[in-house]
């Protein structure tokens, strides 16, 4: 039985940093594609980052990029998502997500490509 158990979410000031963790069990993060996305209230599901199974290659969605980076440790078989320079508009629910196939730029959006989720943690961002 496959799970993803986020961790780390709470709530910061702007221009604050948190870091989410994603523990997986049940599959082997050097065999997926392991990825973030986060949802506000009224918005739709939207992609944040993932990261290749080998490890060597990362996307980001545009509104994270150069503040978040996507990492991972395959001892401990946990994905990490470190956000910086936090803003209000980052608030949301974080969910991480597994998916097979490898994706590049907005082929990687699509909340229905990915076979795994987890909870979800929650990030609020105060002004």
């Known amino acids: 039985q496959v799970q993803l158990v986020e961790s780390g979410g709470g709530l910061v000031q702007a221009g604050g940093s948190l870091k989410l963790s994603c523990a997986a069990s049940g599959l082997a993060i050097n065999k997926y594609q392991m990825g973030w996305f986060r949802q506000a209230p009224g918005k739709e599901r939207e992609f944040v980052a993932i990261?290749?199974?080998?490890?060597?290659?990362?996307n980001y969605g545009d509104s994270v990029k150069g503040r978040f980076t996507i990492s991972r440790d395959t001892a401990k078989n946990t994905v990490y998502l470190q956000m910086n320079s936090l803003k209000p508009e980052d608030t949301a629910v974080y969910y991480c997500?597994?998916?097979?196939?490898?994706?590049?730029?907005?082929?990687?959006?699509?909340?229905?490509?990915?076979?795994?989720w987890g909870q979800g943690t929650q990030v609020t961002v105060s002004s």
């Open positions: 990261i290749k199974w080998s490890g060597t290659t990362t």
């Open positions: 997500a597994a998916r097979t196939n490898w994706c590049v730029a907005s082929a990687c959006y699509d909340p229905e490509r990915y076979g795994y």
